[in-house]
C-alpha cells in the first residue's frame, strides 16, 4: 500500500512500545500517565448512570449536538466558574456555547492541528512536552520547536526570543503540573506570556488536564482565569480540559474553550471525525456534576497523590543519591529526573531502563518528550498508580540498576 505522506514524519509511540514489556509477572511500573483507578468515584457514576438512563434513556442513547450535550455544557461552565472557589482569580466566566465538548482533550488538540495548522507552520512547545501533542501536530505538517522550561515552566526569555524569530502559527503549554515535566508555570511568566500572546497576535493553547491535582496549596490561576487581567489575550487563547484525570479517562469527556471563530472551525472539523462525543458519557458526567460528590472525589485524589509523591522523593534521594536530580512537583502524576553521571556512572536514561526492566521496574526515558535536542540524561517516573510499599520496592530496585 501507499500511505499518505504525512506518516513519514510521525513513529508509534515510545511509551506504548515499552508498555509491551510491562507484562513480566511482579514489574512495578512507574511508567504509565494514567491516573489510580482504586481511586475513581464508582458509586457516584454508578449512581449518575441509573440516573440518565432511569429519566432521559432515548436522549441519552441517541445521536446529538456536536457541540456537546446542552446539560453537560451547562455544567461545565458552572464547573469552570466556580474553580478555586467563590471569588477567586481562578474561576473563568465562559457561556456553554463558549465551549464545545471533544471525546477526550486529545481530540481538542487534535482539532486545534486541523483548523491552525499548515504544512511546514512553526508550533512552539515546551522542551520537554507531551509526546502525543508532537505527534498531533507533525500529523499536520508543523515544524516544531521547543522552548526551554525550569521548575516554574517555559523560560519566557527564550519563548520571547524564539516567538520574534519564527513567527510560530502557536504556542503549545501545561502551565500547571506539566507532563512530563511536573513544572508549574510561575504567575508573574503567566501574565508575561498573555501579554506576549496580546502583543504579537500568537495563539496559546492551554492545556489543563491537571490543574486541579494540587497537593498542598492550588497553583496559580490559569491562562485562561488570568486573561480577564491582559487586554486582548482572550482572543488568542484556546483552553483545553478533561475529566480524564479528574473522574475517569473511560468517559472519554474533555472540553474545549476557544475564540469563536476558532470554536465554529473546529466543530465543522469534529462533524467529518467523530460526529459527537457518547451522548452517554456526557450526560453521566453532567448529572454527577450536580451530585456534589466531585469535592471528596478529588480531596481523596490530592492526599493519596501528595503522600506517594512525597514517598517517592525520599526514596530516590535515599536510594539513588547523588545519582539523580529532580524537582518536587507541587501537584499532578509525575516527577521529571537527571541521571547526574556521578560516580563514573553513565547518564544514558534509556541504558538505564533497560537495566530496570531486568531489576523488575520501568520508567520513560526523557527523550521521546523532546521535539528536537532531547536530553538523553533525562526521565519520567509516574506515582499515580503505583502505592507506597510498590514505590519503596521500586525505587529500591531502580537503585539496583545503576
Known sequence: MQFAQRLDAIETSAIRELFKLLGKPGIISFAGGFPDPALFDVEGIRQASQAVLAATPGPVLQYGATEGYGPLREGLSAFMAAKGGSGSAANVQVAPEGLIVTTGSQQALDLIGKTLISPGDVVIVEAPTFLATIQCFRLYGAHIIGAPIDAHGVDVDRLEQLIAQHKPKLIYLIPTFGNPSGATLSLSRRLRILAL????????????????????????????????????????????????????PGLRVGWLIAPPELLARATMCKQFSDAHTSNLTQAICAHYLTLDRLGAALDLVRRTYAQRARVMAESLQRELGEAIEFNRPQGGMFFWARLTGSGGRSPDAAAFAQRAVEQLVAFVPGKPFFAHDPDTASLRLSFATVDEAKILEGVKRLGQAL
Open 197 to 248: 500572546a496580546a502583543s504579537t497576535g500568537t495563539v496559546v493553547v492551554e492545556d489543563d488536564p491537571y490543574g486541579e491535582l494540587y497537593f498542598d496549596q492550588p497553583p496559580p490561576p490559569s491562562l485562561l482565569a488570568l486573561s480577564a487581567q491582559v487586554p486582548g489575550s482572550r482572543d488568542c487563547l484556546a483552553h483545553c480540559g478533561s475529566f480524564s484525570k479528574i473522574l475517569s
